[in-house]
């Protein structure tokens, strides 16, 4: 597999911003989760999900805590 077809050719494509924001905020009325619109790396269009490298909290099984 290669990245283009990971994260783009798989996943549905919009061809605005506006129109990814709405599917965005469709899958978060019916209970899915938190995602977001974001310019397509491989073509003149937009996705939605989580970016690659976006999702950095919780990544070692630690939330950060607030230093005192
Ligand atoms: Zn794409």
Redesign the pocket.
């Known amino acids: 597999m290669t990245e283009y077809e990971i ?3 798989g ?1 549905s ?1 919009f061809p605005t911003w506006r129109a990814a924001k709405k599917r965005a905020n469709q899958i978060r009325r019916e209970g899915g989760p938190a995602m977001r619109p974001y310019p ?4 003149p ?3 939605v999900g989580h970016r690659p490298g976006h999702a950095n909290y919780l990544r070692h099984g630690q939330p950060l805590e607030p230093t005192p």
């Open positions: 994260a783009c050719q996943k494509r397509c790396d491989f073509g269009h937009f996705h």
